[in-house]
Nanobody, 115 residues
Framework: QVQLVESGGGLVQPGGSLRLSCAAS????????MTWYRQAPGKERELVAQ???????NYDESVKDRFSLSRDNGKNTMYLQMNNLKPEDTAVYYC?????????WGQGTQVTVSS
């Protein structure tokens, strides 16, 4: 059974930091391209950052100077380090993995940036 489990969300003040984790099981994690999406209330789900099997990353312009994406294939886990958080980063953050036509979503973790 495939599972992607996000953790690390919470409430943080503007300018603060959080680190999200996505732990995978039931897949050959190292072969998967892994992605963080987010969805704010009343808005469509949007791509935040992506890392492929070679470790190459790309970011949405709104986060590229503040967020850092990494993966540890030995732990089957992807990490999103989020610094200098802004109220507009408030959303549910979802982990997504895909490889060769197979795709899986996590259940999401809430990030709220508010004073």
């Amino acid at each position: 059974q495939v599972q992607l489990v996000e953790s690390g969300g919470g409430l943080v003040q503007p300018g603060g930091s959080l680190r999200l984790s996505c732990a995978a099981s039931g897949i050959t994690f190292s072969t998967y391209t892994m992605t963080w999406y987010r969805q704010a209330p009343g808005k469509e789900r949007e791509l935040v950052a992506q890392i492929n099997s070679l470790g190459h990353t790309n970011y949405d312009e709104s986060v590229k100077d503040r967020f850092s994406l990494s993966r540890d294939n030995g732990k089957n886990t992807m990490y999103l380090q989020m610094n200098n958080l802004k109220p507009e980063d408030t959303a549910v953050y979802y982990c997504y993995g895909h490889y060769m036509g197979r795709a899986h979503w996590g259940q999401g973790t809430q990030v709220t940036v508010s004073s």
